[in-house]
């Protein structure tokens, strides 16, 4: 049976960078390779009704042998790869019997996953890390997740004399750029509840996160030769540093943590012509949410009176706080800290100061919170997962089957 590090550096060899771009779903074709290649892998496991649907979307049972009903369980992760960095090419360094000492990324002179700025490595001593070289990123963001699902279910599927219930197996596109379950069919996949696997360090269990909106600003300019300037030029890049300046500078990513939102500038760019920007904003407060919206509406206002209707918005909710909608099958979070103890894993609950395919499911009536996959330093190039995180996923998904099939 090969290991979830083997199956995890196979499929970081495919890149499967997401587009925001596109039009299209998946939202780049090389998604598509890696998703026929785990459905061939699940047939030959013995998942014989695995497939793969005209979005993109692979799905799976493994069928129940238990002689009483159960909840059908399924496990979700997603095959794409942030486009904030390179996921081409990736060469994965091992550092093994890790001494709690910086680690040289050796593609890129100079660069290193440095103690000082992460301390969160000394909790790793003795084991092995796996890095990327500094040259793109690593992909555990969450191809560790894909790696786990499988491995659990290779380990089922080799051992018929463990009892297990229903289990259904998913892997989406296109959850980097917020796209992942724009087509899922629920009900097509069966499961009762869910989890993906595509949280961050080992015991990281979350039912929280931001509610989510995207903005995209066109402003107009208008040049004129800067020798005869005076009373007509309007830059439209200064335009779009002074409506930044207009919103609160404490409430940048960079200023906040645990539930604090905030506005983030992700794209800026143009001529004295015309400039776009794009935002996301982001909070796990849903008044505050609104709250954040409507300020951006306000600054566009204000700008628009000042220079004469040279602004325009498109503001688009993008997912919401699952929070609401896990909490009344608390179970399932309940089950979840038990598989972790069981494992030895010391639960971690926490928002998270993000999004998953899960939170969207979850209002699609599919409860899924979110478990960890092992990772750190996700969309970067200085991301890492030790494997002895990956092999702590494994256990708790199969402590999970177990729970469920009481």
Known sequence: MESVTDKFLRYVSYETTSDENSTTHPSNLQELVLLRQLVEEMKQMGIADASIDEYGYVMGTIPSNLDHEVPALGFIAHVDTSPDASGRDIK?????????????????????????????????????????????LLGADDKAGVAEILTAAEYLLTHPEVKHGTIKIGFTPDEEIGCGVDFFDV???????????????????????????????????????????????VNAMLVGMELAGMLPVEQRPQFTEGYEGFFHLTGFGGTVEEATMSYIIRDHDMARFEQKKELLREVVTFINKKYGDIVSLELRDQYYNMREQVEPHYQIIERAVRAMEMAGVKPKIQPIRGGTDGARLSFMGLPCPNLFAGGHNFHGKLEFVPVESMEKAVEVIKNLIFLFSE
């Open 187 to 233: 009900e097509r996949f069966g499961a009762d509840y869910a989890y993906t696997m595509d949280g961050g360090a080992v015991g990281e269990l979350e039912y929280e996160n931001f509610n989510a909106a995207g903005a995209k600003i066109r402003i107009q300019g208008c040049n004129s030769h800067p020798g005869s300037a005076k009373g007509k030029m």
């Open 92 to 136: 994965p360094q091992f550092i093994r019997n890790y001494d709690g000492s910086d680690i040289p990324l050796k593609g890129v002179p100079g660069l290193a996953l440095r103690v000082s700025e992460f301390p969160e490595l000394l909790d790793y001593k003795g084991q092995t890390l796996i890095t990327t070289d500094g040259t793109t």
